[in-house]
Nanobody
Protein backbone atom coordinates (compact mmCIF):
# COMPACT_ATOMS: atom_id res chain seq x y z
CA UNK A 1 0.00 0.00 0.00
CA UNK A 2 0.99 3.63 -0.55
CA UNK A 3 0.05 6.55 1.68
CA UNK A 4 0.06 10.14 0.41
CA UNK A 5 -0.13 13.35 2.46
CA UNK A 6 -0.44 16.78 0.83
CA UNK A 7 0.56 20.09 2.41
CA UNK A 8 1.23 23.70 1.43
CA UNK A 9 -2.21 24.92 0.43
CA UNK A 10 -3.61 28.25 1.57
CA UNK A 11 -4.95 31.65 0.59
CA UNK A 12 -2.95 33.80 -1.82
CA UNK A 13 -3.57 36.89 -3.95
CA UNK A 14 -3.70 36.69 -7.73
CA UNK A 15 -0.18 36.73 -9.14
CA UNK A 16 1.27 35.11 -6.05
CA UNK A 17 2.90 31.73 -5.55
CA UNK A 18 2.47 28.57 -3.50
CA UNK A 19 4.40 25.31 -3.32
CA UNK A 20 2.50 22.12 -2.63
CA UNK A 21 4.21 19.03 -1.23
CA UNK A 22 3.17 15.39 -1.33
CA UNK A 23 4.95 12.98 0.99
CA UNK A 24 4.68 9.31 0.05
CA UNK A 25 5.19 6.35 2.35
CA UNK A 26 4.66 2.61 2.30
CA UNK A 27 5.42 0.59 -0.84
CA UNK A 28 6.82 3.58 -2.72
CA UNK A 29 9.14 1.35 -4.76
CA UNK A 30 6.09 0.16 -6.70
CA UNK A 31 5.05 3.65 -7.87
CA UNK A 32 5.50 4.43 -11.57
CA UNK A 33 3.79 7.83 -11.85
CA UNK A 34 2.92 10.61 -9.42
CA UNK A 35 0.34 13.22 -10.38
CA UNK A 36 -1.47 16.32 -9.19
CA UNK A 37 -5.19 16.81 -9.80
CA UNK A 38 -7.59 19.55 -8.76
CA UNK A 39 -11.33 19.83 -8.27
CA UNK A 40 -13.36 23.03 -7.98
CA UNK A 41 -16.93 23.06 -6.58
CA UNK A 42 -19.41 21.68 -9.10
CA UNK A 43 -16.70 20.58 -11.53
CA UNK A 44 -15.04 17.29 -12.38
CA UNK A 45 -11.61 16.41 -11.08
CA UNK A 46 -9.00 17.45 -13.65
CA UNK A 47 -5.39 16.59 -14.35
CA UNK A 48 -2.84 19.28 -13.51
CA UNK A 49 0.60 17.69 -13.83
CA UNK A 50 2.43 14.39 -13.52
CA UNK A 51 5.94 12.97 -13.29
CA UNK A 52 7.39 9.49 -13.72
CA UNK A 53 9.12 8.26 -10.58
CA UNK A 54 12.36 6.92 -12.06
CA UNK A 55 13.08 8.94 -15.20
CA UNK A 56 11.46 12.26 -14.24
CA UNK A 57 9.41 12.68 -17.41
CA UNK A 58 6.83 15.43 -16.87
CA UNK A 59 3.56 16.54 -18.39
CA UNK A 60 1.25 19.50 -17.78
CA UNK A 61 -2.31 20.53 -18.50
CA UNK A 62 -2.50 23.37 -21.02
CA UNK A 63 -4.08 25.64 -18.40
CA UNK A 64 -0.97 25.58 -16.19
CA UNK A 65 1.91 25.30 -18.69
CA UNK A 66 4.52 27.98 -18.06
CA UNK A 67 3.16 28.72 -14.58
CA UNK A 68 3.38 25.43 -12.64
CA UNK A 69 6.40 23.16 -12.23
CA UNK A 70 6.35 19.60 -10.91
CA UNK A 71 9.45 18.04 -9.36
CA UNK A 72 10.46 15.18 -7.11
CA UNK A 73 13.02 14.38 -4.45
CA UNK A 74 13.60 10.64 -4.62
CA UNK A 75 15.58 10.57 -1.37
CA UNK A 76 12.67 12.15 0.51
CA UNK A 77 9.91 10.30 -1.39
CA UNK A 78 8.31 13.68 -1.97
CA UNK A 79 6.73 15.35 -5.01
CA UNK A 80 6.32 19.12 -5.28
CA UNK A 81 4.12 21.43 -7.31
CA UNK A 82 5.47 24.97 -7.58
CA UNK A 83 2.61 27.26 -8.58
CA UNK A 84 3.47 30.75 -9.84
CA UNK A 85 1.36 33.55 -11.33
CA UNK A 86 -1.73 32.13 -9.67
CA UNK A 87 -5.16 33.09 -10.99
CA UNK A 88 -8.59 33.00 -9.30
CA UNK A 89 -9.55 30.14 -11.63
CA UNK A 90 -6.81 28.04 -10.02
CA UNK A 91 -8.91 27.91 -6.84
CA UNK A 92 -9.65 24.27 -6.04
CA UNK A 93 -8.84 21.36 -3.79
CA UNK A 94 -5.54 19.92 -5.01
CA UNK A 95 -4.99 16.16 -4.73
CA UNK A 96 -1.81 14.14 -4.96
CA UNK A 97 -2.14 10.74 -6.64
CA UNK A 98 0.06 7.73 -7.37
CA UNK A 99 -0.20 4.87 -9.84
CA UNK A 100 1.37 1.46 -9.28
CA UNK A 101 0.17 0.19 -12.67
CA UNK A 102 3.06 -0.18 -15.09
CA UNK A 103 3.42 2.62 -17.61
CA UNK A 104 6.23 4.38 -19.44
CA UNK A 105 4.37 7.67 -19.80
CA UNK A 106 2.57 10.18 -17.59
CA UNK A 107 -1.13 9.34 -17.42
CA UNK A 108 -3.81 12.00 -17.05
CA UNK A 109 -6.95 9.98 -16.31
CA UNK A 110 -7.99 10.01 -12.62
CA UNK A 111 -9.41 6.48 -12.80
CA UNK A 112 -5.98 5.09 -13.68
CA UNK A 113 -4.44 6.25 -10.38
CA UNK A 114 -5.01 3.88 -7.49
CA UNK A 115 -3.76 5.89 -4.48
CA UNK A 116 -4.90 9.37 -3.41
CA UNK A 117 -4.19 11.91 -0.71
CA UNK A 118 -6.99 13.72 1.11
CA UNK A 119 -6.35 17.02 -0.66
CA UNK A 120 -5.29 20.55 0.26
CA UNK A 121 -7.30 23.72 -0.40
CA UNK A 122 -5.83 26.43 -2.64
CA UNK A 123 -7.73 29.71 -2.77
CA UNK A 124 -6.65 32.59 -5.03
CA UNK A 125 -8.25 35.98 -4.46
CA UNK A 126 -8.65 38.59 -7.20
Amino acid sequence: QVQLVESGGGLVQAGGSLRLSCAASGRTFSVYVMGWFRQAPGKEREFVSGITWNSGITNYADAVKGRFTISRDNAKNTVYLQMNSLKPEDTAVYYCAASTVYTTTVISTPMRYNYWGRGTQVTVSS
